[in-house]
């Protein structure tokens, strides 16, 4: 192999290998494969130009146009001209293509679903970022400065992904680079005539710049220092880069020097609340039992975001320490306000990992193992070091504080303290937000029934819409463009309602956590990353933090702060339903129509009757004729049937399987799981036969646009089979029938009406039919082919003359 061979060969390696870091972006490496296959293309034509030879500059265009027209192929054959050629159809997909992927990369979080714009975004950026250092490396012959786009690769791979870039990520991108290093070394040596073999570290004195045997050793010194600071550049500039968060929260502590004591400086989980909300399918997170009279108002709370920057609700700075064995009293809480004890008993799941732990508010004590730090201001634990969530389980006492709306009312002024740290907004602040607070409050008589008329307005009286996918923008006019086209989801409520309440003097912060969850029977609650939520407190001397609920068809809101609902009697309650619309007379036929309804029903209308007449005299020919007439219709409207007739029958047969034995509830599941495909399968995704249930379930969720419980159905049917075929003691699966009616309304419901009407009159599964009909047909010609040969065997004329060896 020549050297610019070698060193293409190397390059392509190397931008592999930094590529590699990007893996745990996506939930699927097959973009790699994908991205492999284009630059090895790419890579291929640099080395055919170099050879014939052309020159640099026309070397790189050509690379550059085989990476557009392979960019096309992969993701804009439909709109290009002959299915590879770009044209300006093809810019227009891919800038649709780019804004999708970054609205994904917005709402989805780490591992995100490999959407067709983020594959564009990584398998593009793979190309460019390989044509620059095959460029660099191979064209222009320099290779060490080629380690500045590996380095960016890298860089932004890391910064991505965060705590997902292991240090196995890292050894890979820098090996390589060292081996492009070395290909470089080794082809500026070569030209000396002799292969590098090695050059002494320790040259003898008076050699020079040449080892023993001849060799420069300049090319190589160079390498080796402008390789290690690169990786030295690599190791530091990740760690400056912001990351994205990989969960709920990411919680960061300092300070801890094995005394429990140190701060906190949390950063901000506004964002990835979000990605939890949208991401594809529904995961428990957490579940508990509770000796609580009522769960609606049980919030399972983690933090409080208390310092308000105009833009962003963030954690102050604060100390924390040790849990003590008897936690404090809640600040501001009066012993006048009645409060029950409360103790929950909550699991983790190994799948929720978080720095903080949800427990419902106010604690009162709390039975955790690990490293936990107690934060008496917001009242929170928080891991310490490396200590997390995950697949823990602990208890909690706490407080179900229960304050009437007389004691909020009657609060008295908080203590200036109070007042001047939560009341504390940016000068950025617009100034619509106070304004439309106070237009709100106008008469209000105190703190409370402002509280209330904010929570009103935006719940009821706003007109609001609750919408996860609503982007509101960054910067201090966010506030005042969530205010304007009143569209988003609860980080917007909590957050404007607690700014809302600081321009009116009131104490408020934004509370995150949980949602109380679904009961599961026997007294488990279940929550999942759909029930994450955030809500504004509002501070009232005497009762403390309180939490308020603006947040519309969510959560639901506390009794001391709903409107008291107007008796039978109240003259302002509504009006029950006026019965004069079911008393009014039903449509009838106008008297203009030649033939009513009620006639043509009794055979009374003329042209029945004519009919019915010509039928008699059988002036239609032999009975005979007329029934084969009749049955060849009813064959003809039958034909486009067979295939919905087939779907209802196999559908109806596999999941009316019964049996009492463990290969039956197999059995009965494979079948499930196999509905479940074929659903998918008719309403347009093709099944992937390659992929595990798992990734299956998840292509199905993502690709038919299904949510809630639908999603849930996929998931659990999916983790049915994976116990039928993995677990050594399988567990029995209920309601399959019932998960795959929801996957088939979900499906239905994600589909336009004309996908809706194919799915169900001409499945796309039922080519499975003529899969059959096709593996029958080769077996039966097979046994019949099989017979024949046997059978003309024993015949004696039938037998070929044998060959004689003369």
């Known amino acids: 192999m020549s050297g610019r061979g070698r060193l293409a060969l190397c390059a392509y390696a190397a931008t592999l290998m930094a590529a590699s870091a990007m893996l745990p972006l996506l939930d699927s490496p097959g973009w790699l494969a994908q991205a492999a296959f284009l630059l090895a293309v790419q890579s291929g034509v640099g080395v055919l130009a170099r050879r014939a030879p052309l020159p640099s500059a026309l070397t790189i265009g050509v690379q550059a146009l085989t990476a557009l027209v392979l960019l096309t192929f992969a993701f804009a054959r439909e709109q290009a001209l002959l299915g590879v050629l770009p044209g300006p159809r093809v810019v227009t997909r891919f800038g649709d293509l780019l804004g999708s992927g970054g609205q994904d990369i917005e709402r989805y979080a780490i591992p995100a679903p ?138 960061r502590t300092g300070g801890d020097d094995g005394s429990g004591g140190g701060t906190i400086n949390a950063v901000n989980p506004m964002v990835s609340l979000q990605n939890s909300l949208n991401q594809p399918g529904e995961r428990e997170w957490l579940r508990y039992q509770t000796d609580a009279a009522d769960t609606g108002g049980l919030y399972l709370r983690m933090l409080a975001l208390d310092r308000f920057d105009g833009s962003r609700w963030l954690t102050s700075e604060r100390e924390v320490e040790s849990i003590p064995d008897e936690l404090p009293r809640p600040e501001g809480l009066s012993s006048s306000v009645r409060a029950a004890q409360v103790e929950t008993r909550i699991t983790a799941s190994v799948t929720f990992e978080d720095k903080w732990l949800p427990m419902p508010y106010p604690v009162a004590g709390v039975e955790v193992e690990g490293r936990w730090r107690f934060e008496p201001k917001g009242r929170s634990l928080v891991g310490d070091g490396e200590q997390t969530t995950r697949g823990i389980e602990y208890t909690v006492r706490s407080l179900a504080v229960e304050p009437t709306a007389e004691q909020l009312a009657t609060a008295p002024r908080p203590s200036s303290a109070i007042i001047s740290e939560y009341t504390r907004l940016p000068s950025t602040l617009p100034s619509v937000v106070e304004t439309t607070a106070r237009q709100i409050t106008a008469g209000a008589k105190n703190d409370y029934e402002a509280a209330v008329r ?41 957050a404007s309602m607690a700014a809302m309440a600081r321009t009116l003097g009131i104490p408020a912060r934004v509370a995150v956590g949980f949602t109380p969850g679904t009961p599961r029977g026997g007294g488990v609650m279940s929550v999942s990353n759909r029930n994450a939520h955030a809500w504004p407190e509002l501070y009232f001397e005497g009762v403390g933090w309180t939490r308020f609920e603006p947040t519309p068809s969510i959560g639901s809101a506390p009794d001391y702060t709903r409107s008291q609902a107007p008796s039978d009697d109240d003259p302002a309650s509504p009006a029950q339903p006026a019965e004069t619309a079911s008393r009014a007379p039903a449509p009838t036929v106008s008297a203009d129509d030649s033939c009513p309804a009620d006639q043509r029903l009794r055979g009374e209308c003329g042209s029945s009757a004519a009919a019915e007449e010509v039928a008699a005299t059988g002036s239609g020919g032999p009975p005979w004729r ?37 290969e039956d509830a197999a059995s009965r599941t494979l079948l499930a799981w196999r509905e479940v495909a074929d659903t998918a399968w008719d309403h347009g995704i093709v099944p992937d ?62 589909s336009s009406r004309t996908e809706r009407i194919r799915a169900r009159l001409l499945p796309r599964s039922s080519v499975r039919v003529v899969w059959a009909l096709s593996a029958w047909w080769n077996a039966l010609t097979g046994r019949l082919g099989d017979r024949f040969r046997s059978w003309s065997g024993r015949l004696p004329g039938l037998r070929r003359p044998s060959r004689q060896r003369g």
């Open 114 to 251: 490999a959407s067709d714009g983020i594959q564009l975004m990584l398998v593009g950026g793979v190309l460019v970022i390989g044509l620059m250092v095959d460029t660099i490396a191979v064209t222009f012959r320099s290779a060490a400065p080629a380690g500045l786009p590996l380095l960016a690769l890298y860089s932004v791979a890391a910064g991505l992904s965060g705590g997902a870039a292991s240090a196995l990520w890292f050894v890979l991108a820098a090996a390589g680079y060292l081996l492009l290093l070395l290909a470089e070394s080794r082809d500026r040596l070569s030209r000396w005539g002799r292969v590098f073999a090695g050059v002494p570290s320790a040259p003898p004195r008076g050699a020079g710049a040449f080892g023993r045997d001849g060799a420069p050793r300049a090319p190589v010194r160079t390498g080796r220092r402008i390789g290690a600071l690169a990786l030295g550049v690599a190791l530091v500039v990740p760690a400056a880069l912001p990351a994205f968060d990989g969960g709920l929260l990411d919680g």
């Open 454 to 494: 904010i929570q009103d307005w935006f719940t009821t009286t706003g007109g609001f819409t609750y919408d996860t996918d609503v982007n509101s923008g960054s910067g201090p006019g966010a506030i005042a463009r969530f205010l304007r086209d009143k569209e988003g989801f609860c980080v917007h409520f909590a």
């Open 626 to 662: 007329l029934l084969l007439m009749v049955t060849a219709a009813v064959v003809v409207a039958a034909l486009p049937l067979l295939p919905m007739v087939w779907r209802v029958r196999t559908r109806a047969g596999r999941l009316s399987s019964r049996g009492r034995t463990d």
């Open 689 to 750: 036969e390659s992929l595990t249930a798992r990734r299956s379930a998840v292509r199905i969720v993502l690709l038919g646009r299904l949510e809630g419980d639908a999603a849930a159905a996929v998931h659990r049917v999916a983790g049915a089979v994976e116990q039928v075929l993995y677990a050594p003691s399988p567990l029995p699966a209920v309601g399959l029938v019932d998960d795959v009616a929801r996957i088939r309304a979900g499906l239905a419901a994600g």
